[in-house]
Structures are given as C-alpha cells and as structure tokens.
C-alpha cells in the first residue's frame, strides 16, 4: 500500500481564490509528522507547513493551512487567496518514528490571472 | 554555508562511465537521505543514513547504486556502470532526527545527471 496518496494529478485555481490539495497517509505509527512542500519550476524543494500526529490543532503558516483529519488520516493543503507564484509542484510527505521520509507523487497547482 | 551542498550541479557523462556524487549535509544533521527524480516525476527513495550507517537501502533500483556517509558528516551516492535510465535529478535532504516539531527535510539544489 502506498504510504501517501496525492490523487490530483494536476489543478488550476484562479488567482485570489483558496485551493485544497489532497493527501492521504498510511501508518500504522501513532507518532507521525505530516509535512508539504512545494517545489517551483526551478526545482527547489520547499518546506511549507508541518502537522504532528498529536497537534490538537490544524497547522497554520501564513496563507498555508493544513485540514488534518486523524481518523481519515487525511492531511490536506489549503491556500488561501492564491497567487501566480503559488504555481508549482506541491507534495505531502509523511515522516514515522523511524526517520523514513514517505513522499507522494504530487500535485502540479497552476494559478490562472 | 547554512544550507545543504550538493556537487557537481550538473554532470553528463558516457554510458557506462562510473559517477560519484556528493551532498555536503547542514551541520549537525544527523540523518541524511537520497532521492531520485526524473523530469516531471515525483520523489523517488533511494536511501537514508543515520549518522553513518544506513538503515533503510530499500530504494536503490540496483545494485550498481551504493552510497555511504563519513564522520556523519558528507554522503557520496555511486552510480557505476551508468545506463541511460539513470538519467535524472538526484536530491539530497538532510534532517535533525526524530519528531519533534518541525524536523523537516531541508533540500539540496540536486545534482542533474544527464548519461548519453
């Protein structure tokens, strides 16, 4: 099975609106960090945003959020009044007590004007 | 530097032709991992160290690939015998170990490896 799940190949968003982008995890872990990371057309990978396995709240950095619904085990990126620059290449990744780092295959966001 | 190094930035060499290529981890990481990733592709594992040892080698597609870390320090991840197939970007990320808050990963600019 995999270990994170992105089921959005591809999504557009108009600029100023908010967007969800998905992510599902498997652990059978009860200590997990959930990360997002974005990754621009320059390649870069970005550290965008952590939930722990026990935050009691969802995460928020900026206009990044992250809906964190532990019994699904789902972890979604929310961005808020998006901007052109907010095109790229977005991945959620797991971590377990291990040290592993699990990557999803990704989610290719482009901002339309 | 503050960040993570990786060398060369670019390398294009022959099929066949042995590579090494290194990651210059932040300093006091003490786990170090390789990725692969092919244009347009998603994170490929290759492996990760703790401090110098590797507990999870699962990710190498061959064994043509090795990879080894000294001192807990610099990493060198092999490619020997090159195959046209190996051609991609390869990450290196490094970390503080374990889960407290905000341990993320932090990035290397990738070596692209381009085998003709």
């Known amino acids: 099975a995999q270990k994170i799940t992105q089921t959005q190949p591809g999504m557009f968003v108009q600029e100023k609106e908010a967007v969800t982008l998905d992510c599902t995890y498997d652990t059978s872990d009860q200590s997990y960090g959930l990360f997002w990371y974005k990754q621009p057309s320059s390649g870069e990978m970005i550290f965008l945003i952590y939930q722990g396995s026990y935050d009691e709240q969802n995460a928020t950095e900026g206009r990044y959020s992250l809906n964190f619904q532990k019994a699904r085990k789902s972890a979604n990126l929310v961005i808020s009044a998006s901007q052109l620059g907010d095109s790229a290449m977005y991945f959620c990744?797991?971590?377990?007590?291990?040290?592993?780092?699990?990557f999803g295959t990704g989610t290719s966001l482009t901002v339309i004007p | 530097g503050a960040g993570v190094s990786q060398s060369p930035s670019n390398k294009v060499t022959e099929k066949g032709k042995d590579v090494e290529l290194r990651c210059d981890p932040i300093s006091g990481h003490t786990a170090l991992y390789w990725y692969r990733q092919s244009l347009g592709q998603g994170l490929e594992f290759l492996i990760y160290?703790?401090?110098?040892?590797?507990?999870?080698k699962s990710g190498l597609p061959s064994d043509r690939f090795s990879a080894e870390r000294t001192g807990g320090s610099v990493s060198t991840l092999t490619i020997q015998r090159t195959q046209q197939e190996d051609s991609a970007v390869y990450l290196c990320?490094?970390?503080?170990?374990?889960?407290?808050?905000?341990?993320?990963?932090?990035f290397g600019p990738g070596t692209r490896l381009t085998v003709l």
């Open positions: 990744a797991m971590r377990e007590v291990g040290n592993q780092f699990y």
């Open positions: 160290f703790q401090g110098n040892s590797a507990p999870d």
């Open positions: 990320a490094s970390s503080f170990s374990g889960l407290a808050r905000n341990n993320e990963q932090f």
